[in-house]
């Protein structure tokens, strides 16, 4: 009997001895901090994760690492993604950011009046999102559908802001948090009941006009005014940057000749608003739209030198505008 339990304390001593063995490895950090970008791609298992983390430098036993995976179930939900770890990390901290997925993360502004493509090209570049997968999503009609619209592309809905995102995320995600914010930024504004002829669409798309319209935030309800104001004697909108957009025209002045060109952005030729927006609103377009200048009898503006704009109520008016304005800029004033 003496012996049995002399073995059975034996047992538990050396139980005792490696479990706190393993616990002081599993604590102990591999050495100095340096930091190491690790990757782990998919499907990927800790076994093969723990070679490759001691072959950085990161651990000095890959197997206590494996050990320690399996007794505590974190090498079943090891994810996937770029790291940055160090080696003054233990590789208790080290198997916990892989179990929880704390993947680098990096941080995009997206400007009020970005187009979806220039999204793409922005999320491609920092979050190393691919941009033609990234516009898929966007146009995708059963994608769209699942968050609760009805629209031909998420242009408009991807509310213009500072995100950070892990890199290489999923593009539908990206895309599901840009318009969450939306939802929330909008939550925030009283709607005016004026406005509940123009559906939430169409709210977007005549904020998207403002927003590229002028740069000036006490421009915006009198723009905003201005366009309602057309509509409401069923005038053309006559506004440049739906035509540009509908032709795929950045960066230069349209001339005489884009004007008369068919496109169903063509607010020249089409009467109403386009089919949707053409940018980013920010929330200052938004609730210009939503809280126009009721004060503003306006149906015509013109670009002064400075950015701000000349609002007039009559065409004679606005042609005397025109003038000023050309002859302000070949003054050079």
Sequence with gaps: MRVMTLIAASTLLVAVISVAMVWRIMTTPAGAERWVRFDLSNGVTLSEAAAMLADSGLIRHPDVLRLWGRLSRKDRVI???????????????????????????????????????????????????????????????????????????????????????RLNARADRIASVMVARLRAMLGSIDWDEGLTRLSFHEILTLASIVEKETSLPRERPMVAAVYLNRMAIGMKLDADPTVAYGLGLVGRRLTYADLRRPSPYNTYLNRGLPPGPICSPGLGSIKAVLHPDRSCRALFFVARGDGSHEFSETFSAHRAAIRESRAARSDGS
């Excluded at 198997?95 to 704390?102: I, M, T």
């Excluded at 995009?108 to 033609?132: H, N």
Aim: proline share 5%; net charge negative.
């Design 79 to 165: 994810q996937a993604g770029p790291y940055l770890l160090s080696s003054a990390m233990s590789p208790q901290e080290i198997l916990d950011h892989l179990a929880r997925g704390q993947v680098i993360a990096t941080s995009v502004t997206l400007p009020e009046g970005i187009m979806m493509v220039e999204i793409a090209s922005a999320l491609q570049a920092s979050v190393g999102v691919d941009s033609a997968q990234f516009m898929r999503i966007c146009t995708s009609d059963s994608f769209i559908a699942t968050l609760g619209f009805s629209a031909a592309s998420l242009e408009g809905y991807l509310f213009p802001d500072t995100y950070s995102f």
